[in-house]
């Protein structure tokens, strides 16, 4: 593949982030836009990628396709979290981590957390491995899910009966906590895990 000027770079990079970020390639009026130029610049511009062999368009306004899609994608570490006593809302964590796109799904917005704590091992998930979470405020029932309760943050399994909210650990030696729903804030789904080894 032929290398790209600074300004193709950019267009490549923001049509690869939107199709990871939304499910689907955005139209040319999108990247036009983005980059404040006219459709017709934008076209130029997605012509030179396919001839460079960066993106195939097919017939249709959203569809370009990457012809090297990425098998891996990086997340930040947004922090640590607790898989024990609840603790501090997050300690900031300058770090980012690779994570398999086949652990992605569907659109949205991903982000790491490192666990802290004992209280999910029967549910696999130990002291310093990286939780992977989807970012939405609501979840299943049985769904692992990081919650802020008074300004802490906990990984725990979530189930909602009898108008409580049960925050149930996958650990014996640790108590279920109950809450008014009002009390607690979900921040983010489970949904996959990356554990370090060294």
Not at 2 to 16: C, G, N, P, V, W
Not at 48 to 66: D, F, P, V
Request: aromatic share 8%; no cysteine.
């Amino acid at each position: 593949m032929k290398d790209l000027t600074e300004r193709q770079t950019l267009i490549y990079d923001f049509i690869r982030e939107y199709i990871l970020m939304k499910g689907y390639a955005p139209s040319i009026r999108d990247i036009a836009r983005r980059f404040k130029m006219t459709p017709r610049g934008a076209q130029q511009h997605v012509i030179a990628l396919e001839k460079k062999g960066y993106i195939k368009r097919g017939k249709g306004a959203r569809t370009i396709s990457l012809t090297e899609r990425k098998e891996s994608v990086i997340v930040p570490v947004k922090g640590k979290i607790a898989a024990g006593q609840a603790i501090e809302m997050f300690e900031e964590i300058d770090e980012e981590i690779e994570v398999p796109l086949a652990m992605l799904r569907g659109y949205g917005e991903y982000f790491a957390l490192k666990v802290q704590g004992d209280s999910m091992i029967n549910a696999h998930i130990v002291d310093n491995d990286y939780v992977v979470m989807k970012k939405q405020y609501t979840a299943e029932n049985n769904s692992i899910i990081a919650a802020v309760v008074e300004d802490k943050v906990t990984l725990k399994r979530i189930f909602l009966k009898d108008d409580q909210v049960e925050l149930v650990p996958e650990n014996e030696s640790y108590q279920v906590m109950v809450y008014d729903p009002k009390k607690i804030r979900i921040i983010g789904k489970m949904v996959g895990l990356i554990r370090i080894t060294k």
